[in-house]
């Protein structure tokens, strides 16, 4: 996983709240296991028309807003269904760092394994940063995750936040779940080794 320590990138606003995993990546792209190719469907059915093609009124078809990095959205993202597709679809699309008042709790989880910085802070603050998103003539914000503080456009004055120690390592780190559990392989096999010799019958062909 590409470690997350400091992001510099255009900021999309999508002011809607509720907005659920089925709308992030409808489930009719979920036949897949891989965490590539699902960015081109990524908001599918509000991105395009019935006959594929795209609306330019929403905000990632907009041309300042296609390379979005940054998503500044509503209370309440990611619900719906647990599935891990959502920030898959996020991070093929681009994003890296979702800002929101409130996440569903699996989907928060679910960005910190992806890669995905998931920022919460208070609704007047997330409607300063939309009205930034939407009207600054150079909508890039920096989120420096190392000093967990937001730099803006406008040059107004940074905002600060804080976020779960333990994905916060993760994301700086770049350690996903498999990650994690390889920086102890060295005592995952110094375990085992003591288990063989103290309980030979749990390894029978080794015994």
């Avoid at 296991?33 to 469907?41: D, E, H, V």
Wanted: overall charge negative; charged content about 25%.
């Amino acid at each position: 996983m590409v470690p997350f320590t400091k992001l510099t990138g255009v900021a999309a606003p999508l002011p809607m709240i509720n907005v659920d995993t089925d709308m992030i990546i409808p489930k009719q792209f979920l036949k897949t296991i891989k965490r590539t190719g699902l960015g081109k469907n990524l908001f599918d059915e509000m991105r395009y028309t019935q006959d594929g093609q795209e609306i330019p009124e929403f905000v990632l078809n907009q041309p300042r807003y296609r390379q979005a990095q940054i998503l500044v959205a509503g209370e309440n993202f990611g619900c719906g269904s647990s599935r891990e597709h959502a920030p898959w679809a996020l991070a093929d699309f681009g994003i890296r760092c979702v800002i929101a008042p409130s996440f569903a709790d699996i989907f928060h989880n679910n960005c910190f394994k992806n890669g995905i910085l998931p920022i919460r802070l208070p609704q007047e603050t997330i409607d300063a940063l939309m009205a930034e998103a939407e009207n600054a003539p150079d909508p890039t914000f920096t989120v420096d995750l190392e000093q967990n503080l937001i730099l803006r456009p406008t040059g107004n004055e940074p905002i600060s936040f804080s976020i779960d120690p333990h994905g916060r390592d993760c994301l700086l780190e770049g350690l996903d779940d498999i990650g994690l559990t390889m920086q102890k392989a060295e005592k995952i096999r110094s375990f085992e080794g003591r288990q063989r010799e103290q309980a030979p019958w749990l390894y029978p062909s080794a015994a």
